[in-house]
């Protein structure tokens, strides 16, 4: 057990829809990031927030943002859902913000599936 | 695009061989780590290796780092059934804007007993 939780495990939605997922990172940790991982893209990396402000951005779209709240839990919210964006959403946390202490520690993905 | 480019995409051996996996990268680097993963789950952080270093050893895995050709390879020695899972290498560049780290596509290893 990584320490790290995401909510939920799955989500089957629609073309257009809006959804929200939760990640709590391990006790201590002040990093959070979101990785989006399918077939053709692989993992990329979309967004990192450092104890509550946004730290560094990836590839990821308008139509997604996240947040990190002051409790340090993050939500990333998807919108205006297309089938592409079907993949395994994954959030990882880390001890600090930089290159130093980025040993990332990875939930166990959240699968979205858009029908 | 994925700053990475793994070798072999795919390595099937019999439990007790060594497995040797390759990355190969783009940009400097800080660090570059390695995590694994099993079908569908979660990574797992295995190994980092500085910049600055050239080998480094955990457990059965030794990591190699050459910065002049921007490569690193994986070695895990007597493999077990259990090390069936998928590798990543996955790099933070040296300019990193915070902690991103930019994962390679993967080698997927498969040990039979």
């Known amino acids: 057990d990584s320490g790290v939780t995401q909510t939920p495990k799955h989500l089957i939605t629609a073309t257009g829809q809006r959804v929200t997922l939760r990640c709590s990172p391990r006790?201590?940790?002040?990093?959070v990031y979101w990785y989006q991982q399918s077939l053709d893209q692989g993992l990329q990396f979309l967004i990192q927030?450092?104890?509550?402000?946004?730290?560094a951005k990836g590839n990821i779209l308008e139509r997604f943002s996240a947040q990190q709240f002051p409790d340090l839990h993050s939500e990333l919210n998807l919108s205006s859902l297309e089938l592409g964006d079907s993949a395994l959403y994954f959030c990882?946390?880390?001890?600090?913000?930089?290159?130093?202490?980025?040993?990332?520690?990875f939930g166990a993905g959240t699968r979205l599936s858009v029908l | 695009s994925q700053q990475g480019e793994e070798d072999p995409q795919a390595l099937s051996i019999q439990e007790g061989e060594n497995a040797t996996m390759n990355c190969s990268y783009k940009?400097?680097?800080?660090?570059l780590q390695w995590y694994r993963q099993n079908s569908g789950r979660g990574l797992v952080h295995l190994i980092l290796?500085?910049?600055?270093?050239r080998e480094k050893h955990s457990g059965r895995l030794r990591v190699t780092l050459d910065t002049s050709k921007k490569s690193s390879s994986l070695l895990i020695t007597a493999s077990r059934a259990a090390d069936t899972a998928s590798y990543f290498c996955?790099?933070?560049?040296?300019?990193?804007?915070?902690?991103?780290?930019?994962f390679g596509q993967g080698t997927e290893l498969s040990v039979k007993p």
């Open positions: 940009t400097s680097i800080n660090n």
């Open positions: 006790s201590g940790d002040l990093s």
């Open positions: 996955a790099t933070a560049a040296f300019r990193n804007q915070g902690g991103k780290l930019i």
């Open positions: 290796i500085r910049s600055n270093e």
């Open positions: 990882a946390s880390s001890e600090g913000g930089g290159v130093a202490k980025n040993i990332q520690y």
């Open positions: 927030y450092y104890n509550g402000e946004e730290r």
